[in-house]
Structures are given as C-alpha cells and as structure tokens.
C-alpha cells in the first residue's frame, strides 16, 4: 500500500443505469484501503462519498476528441483531472471510451517513450487468465505499436495477475508464421527479434484455452474479438439457463449442478473484473462497461486500487523507459478515439 487510501475517481455519469447504480458499486468498494471520489452534477446523492462536482456529461453517441474540448466541465474529463492534477491515484469510467482516451491524453499524459496507450482486457482463460491487448483503443497501429503492447501486456500480467511467466503470442488467422495480413507478418518479426517472451502466432479459436498468456493484436481486431467472446458467453450462459428450466428433470439436473454453474458463471462474467486498464499514462485509467451493474462498478474500482498497490504506471516506465529495441527508431503518434 502507499500509506494512505488509495484514491480512485468514480465518474457517476454517463453510463447506460444511471448514476444511482455507479454510487452503488462505488460504496461496495469503499473501504479503509480505497477512498472514493464520485464525479457528478451538484446534488447528487452520494450517501456519504466525496463528490467531486462537474456540470456536464460526455454521452456515448458524441464525438470523443470534440467532447473532451468543449465539454471541459463534464464529469469523465473531471475524472480525468483529477488524476492528473494527482488528486486522486486512479479514475474509472463507464463512459464513453473514445473520449475517456482523448481525456487521458489531454489530462493525465503519455509516459515517456509509449507510442499509444493501449487496453489491456483480462480474459478468463481455463487455468489462469490470460491478457488480451490491444482491445479498442487503436483501430490503425503499426507493427512497433504491438510490439509495445506486449511489453505493457506482460507487466499487467506479471505484476497484477500474478502469472509468473507469461507467453506473447499474436492473434491473427493461423498458427504458422507466414499467416495474416502485412500487419501480423511484421509484428510477428519484430516480436521474434525483440521479445524474449513471444511464443508465437495464436487464433482467437484459442483464446479461452491455455491461459497465462499475453494476447496482442491491433485495436480493431482485439475489440472485435472482445465483443465476439463476451457475446458467445452470453449466449451460451442464458441458453444453458433456459434449458434447465425447461422441464422437471433439467430443474432437477440444475439443482445438482448449481455450484459449479456458480462457480463458471462467475469466472466468465465480465463483471468478475469490472474494467480494462487503459495501459501507457502517467496515471492509472480503468475503462468500465457503458452497461456495467454495481457490482462491476465496484469490481472495476477494486481493479484500478490493485493496479495502483502493485505500482503498474512506475513498472511500465521502467520496463518501456529502460529497453533498446527496434522502438526507439519509431514515430510517435497520437491515436484516433474510437467510440463504442
């Protein structure tokens, strides 16, 4: 610990339930160790929480960079803020992810020498979960980029998810080194001459399997891949539901069954982990569900407390400050906010 709560910044506003139900989450979270600070309209009821007030909301269907800029009073570019200002050690959202990116590189900043912050999902693999990078914020990158986001991928795994030696490998259509398009094929070579940890090609058949791993791909097929996987859990999940309920013998089977339908709903909700970091600032930045319930919210609040106790924005600068590698003869470019 730092020696006094950890300070996360909750922006109340903006998300699909309403504000009601980020509060929730965020008094599930509070504790001795995790001090919150509720951005949001005056008035707001925060049953005993700090608010912090801010006058204006960022919706999802504005556009993320002009939002930011006009809206400097709404409660996600507050939020933002107040890591910036170091008021508060971390900030999470359920908002609008574009603008929570052009936020945090207005207001929180770039570590020296990262080439685009990138988010980092955990994937509820079969054994030990596994990273998924990048997941939505770069829908163009480069291969020097993804070779960056599996440096910040293999710090988020070993420092936070406690995998002792991770695995790199890159998703793309095939397991063999000459499959995928121009993009995979480069990244795939200067992972092989740069990364110590790379393993190789992986295809997102393979993505719940063998965890441990570091999964790295560009913004648009990691996002793509994201929203396959948790759609297809879903499905899956209220469909076996369904069945069991169905007749009197399947209630039955469902009662004997219970525990460790429990127990695979819970490693497989998103809500278990609440958030993604949004890896490569100078502060620490959890990305929530514009859907997320209370108990994601606090989830996601437990999420960036954790990243903030095992120091994961001090390790990325020395891991990314401290390496010779074919990144250092790379340009330096501000990435596209993606929306939704």
Known sequence: MTGRPIRVAVDAMGADRGPDEIVAGAIAAASDEIELLIVGPRGLETHGLELVEASDVIAMEDKPTEAVRSKPNSSLVVAC???????ADAVVSPGNTGAMLAASLFNIKRLRGVLRPAIAVVIPARDEPSVLIDAGANADARPEHLVQFAEMGLVLSEEVLGVATPQVQLLTIGEESEKGSELALEAHRMLRETCRSFNGNTEGRDLLGVGGRVVVADGFTGNVTLKVVE?????????LRDEISATARGKLGGLLIRPAARRLRTRLDPDTYGGAYLLGLRGLVVIAHGGSSGRAIANAVRLAARGVEHDVVGRLAERL???????ESATSTTPTPQTR
Do not use: Y
Request: glycine share 22%; charged share 30%.
């Open 231 to 239: 759609g297809t859990i879903k499905t899956i999940l209220d469909a």
């Open 81 to 87: 803020r107040l890591v910036g200002e170091g008021r």
């Open 321 to 327: 400050g401290g390496e010779k590698t074919v990144l």
